[in-house]
């Protein structure tokens, strides 16, 4: 078989790609290192009947008419609003933090008077950074950023990036927000709903085209090599002259020529309990690691379609640094940036360039955090850049 495309990565962003060129008339390849599709994306039914997402909690939540119509080929959906409680005081309080987290961390009057000077000054239905908090006149409301600071953002940014209070940069932290409101959803998106039959299936479904052959368990470099010198891609030994749509980490593809892109791991500790663990889908751990050594729990019963389930699966999480032989931490989850490190992915890119058929896409092809609409819009727009190069 003669192939026009060759797609590395059966995630969103070589998925969508490769569905699109098939629905073109090319005929497309997949080579896909793991043993299933969807990238960080699947899940499975787990022996405790709880749909079960391998690589993290995944909840599906958009402002783009575009991105939903798209996937509404693949899917239906049921509706599912996220949130999200935070252990702060040895309190489950609503995060991001709102009127209600006030309301149940401080004493009446006081909860009152923060609640009035927050709503006079800012408004309801706002998000204010604690950087705009700290600057306001009232004592109270300078200790509140405070507050947040440590409580929400602080330990739980320590445990997550293993960093040093002075090692946080001060720019991100002004930004964490209070949100005035009542509304104790974790997103505000207008679309948020979960595929009805799991995110594994829209990958099924999408991917299952006569112009579509899928390679599991196969690593890029086991089929396709990169001649530097030449500027070449080669299949199997001989130049290729289709177009090559990388989805991988971008440093792996050219053998760390240019030194390595570093990265935040996770490991999952998964517990079968009776009945429901805690009361949402997410609980954060805001608490320092001397307390509790994880960084947040999962309930995935939480985001199923009204599940009549006897037992519950929950999945605790542990932030570790990335290294692609530890027995922990060896996927690449978050991208670690320093100017320094933005620099070498810059040259990266450049690289690519001299390439006239190498087309780049994803969270790891590109080093930077998509999440899910963004990048089947990325895929999308991308897709009707390169498809008549
Ligand atoms: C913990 C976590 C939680 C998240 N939660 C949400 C959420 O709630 N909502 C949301 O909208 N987004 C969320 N996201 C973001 C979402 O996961 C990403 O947007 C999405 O996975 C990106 O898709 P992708 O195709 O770029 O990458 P991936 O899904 O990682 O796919 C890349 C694929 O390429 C394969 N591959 C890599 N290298 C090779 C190689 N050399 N050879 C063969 N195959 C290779 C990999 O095995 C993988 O299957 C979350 C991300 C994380 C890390």
Known sequence: MKYDVIVVGSGYAGSVTAHKFAQDGKKVLIIERRDHIGGNMYDYIDENGVNYHKYGPHIFHTNSDNVVEFLSQFTKWYPYEHRVLGKINNQFVPIPFNLKSIEMLFEEDKAERLKKILIDTYGMETKVPILELRKNDDDEIKELAEFIYEKVFLYYTMKQWDL??????????????????????????????????GYTKIFERMLNHENIDILLNTDRKDLVTIDLENKQILYKGEVFDGKLVYTGA????????????????????????????????????NTPKEEDAFTRITEYK????????????????????????????????????????????????????????????????????????????????????????
């Open 302 to 389: 939480h985001m199923m379609n009204n599940p009549k389930l006897e037992k519950t699966t929950i999945a605790v999480e542990y932030s570790y640094p990335y290294d692609i032989d530890a027995e922990k931490g060896n996927i690449p989850y978050y991208p670690i940036f320093t100017d320094e490190i933005k620099n070498r992915y810059d040259e990266y890119v450049k690289l690519t360039k001299e390439f006239n058929n190498l087309h780049l896409i994803g969270r790891l092809a590109q080093f930077r955090y998509y999440n899910m609409d963004g990048i089947v819009e990325a895929a999308l727009k991308e897709y009707e850049n390169i498809k008549f190069k």
């Open 250 to 285: 971008i440093d792996e593809l050219f053998d760390y020529h240019l030194g390595k892109l570093p990265y935040r791991s996770l490991d999952f500790v998964i517990e079968t309990h009776d009945d429901y663990f805690q009361g949402s889908g997410t609980v954060n751990y």
């Open 164 to 197: 040093s209070p002075e090692e946080i940069d001060p720019a991100v932290t002004g930004r964490v927000p209070v949100h005035i409101s009542y509304d104790d959803r974790y997103f505000q998106d207008k679309f948020q709903n979960m595929p009805k039959d």
